[in-house]
């Protein structure tokens, strides 16, 4: 009776942590429904490209870096490639109804930034969710854009620019932590 009992117990935590077990092409935990009527692309996981920008390789990379952050914080950094902004006029808007639809960030922490670049129109917009915008202001994500991501995209490395940028975001929101 107790050998079943310990058979049952070492099952039953198996199956509980194989269905915990948190694969790389996860996704966000709740798009909103608000906006239905949208043609936004079903989130693939944290790095979502759709231009195919990046090898496979480099999406594992920027996607350990951003799990790692978000394991020792509870921030979510998300990444997106688009080659079209579905009828909006502005990356600005598109991001922020996309990071919004998609959801990232903890829900009553709104701690979501969404990295999008459209390589095409030459545009890439950082949109931090409000419970960042304390420790990443929109000077700090222009900085970041223009001093670590854009000089790496004008050299065609996509990855190497990226990478920068998520280290910088990193680095910005975990400056209080460290003092």
């Keep these: 009776m107790i050998t079943n009992y310990k058979n049952l117990l070492i099952l039953s935590l198996l199956v509980f942590c194989f269905s915990c077990k948190q694969t790389e092409k996860e996704s966000f935990p709740f798009p909103s429904e608000h906006y239905t009527n949208t043609t936004f692309p079903k989130p693939v996981g944290f790095i979502n ?5 990046f090898s496979d390789t480099e999406e594992a990379s920027l996607f350990r870096l951003v799990k790692e952050h978000e394991a ?3 921030n979510q950094i998300a990444v997106v490639t ?3 902004l579905k009828g909006y006029d502005d990356i600005e808007k598109y991001s922020l109804d996309l990071v919004n ?4 960030g903890q829900k009553y922490k709104n701690n979501g930034s969404l990295i999008t670049i459209h390589k095409k129109a030459r545009k890439i917009w950082i949109q931090n969710g409000d419970g960042l915008v304390t420790k ?3 000077g700090e994500t222009a900085y970041i854009i223009q001093s670590k991501i ?3 995209f004008k050299r065609n490395s996509y990855y190497k620019g990226i ?6 975001i990193i680095k910005e929101l975990t400056k209080e932590d460290e003092n």
Excluded: C, H, M, Q
């Excluded at 490209?49 to 920008?53: A, E, N, P």
């Excluded at 639809?101 to 990232?104: C, D, R, S």
């Design 49 to 53: 490209d759709f231009d195919s920008i």
């Design 72 to 74: 020792k914080t509870s």
């Design 82 to 84: 688009i080659n079209d």
């Design 101 to 104: 639809y998609w959801g990232v």
């Design 136 to 138: 990443l202001t929109d």
């Design 150 to 152: 854009i000089p790496e």
């Design 163 to 168: 990478s920068r940028g998520i280290e910088a």
